[in-house]
Nanobody, 116 residues
Framework: QVQLVESGGGLVQPGGSLRLSCAAS????????MSWYRQAPGKERELVAG????????NYADSVKGRFTISRDNSQNTVYLQMNSLKPEDTAVYYC?????????WGQGTQVTVSS
């Protein structure tokens, strides 16, 4: 049974930091491209960051470049999103995604709220 379980969300003040984690099980994690998406109220889900299976390459949305860092630990079947210098516009539900060819899996999401 495939599972992606996100954690680490919460309420943080502008300028603060959070680290999201996504624990995977039920598939060969090390062979999947992993991504973080987010969806704010009334908006479409958007790609935040992605990382290749061997962590050799990453990509980021322009809005988070220089502030967010995606990483993975294939020995722990976990992908992370370190979020620094958070802004109110980063408020959203953050989702973990695993993709390989025609297979794609989603987590249930974790809420991140940036507010003073």
């Amino acid at each position: 049974q495939v599972q992606l379980v996100e954690s680490g969300g919460g309420l943080v003040q502008p300028g603060g930091s959070l680290r999201l984690s996504c624990a995977a099980s039920g598939f060969i994690f090390s062979s999947y491209y992993m991504s973080w998406y987010r969806q704010a109220p009334g908006k479409e889900r958007e790609l935040v960051a992605g990382i290749t299976s061997a962590a050799g390459s990453t990509n980021y949305a322009d809005s988070v470049k220089g502030r967010f860092t995606i990483s993975r630990d294939n020995s722990q079947n976990t992908v992370y999103l370190q979020m620094n210098s958070l802004k109110p516009e980063d408020t959203a539900v953050y989702y973990c995604n695993a993709k390989r060819s025609s297979y794609a899996y989603w987590g249930q999401g974790t809420q991140v709220t940036v507010s003073s």
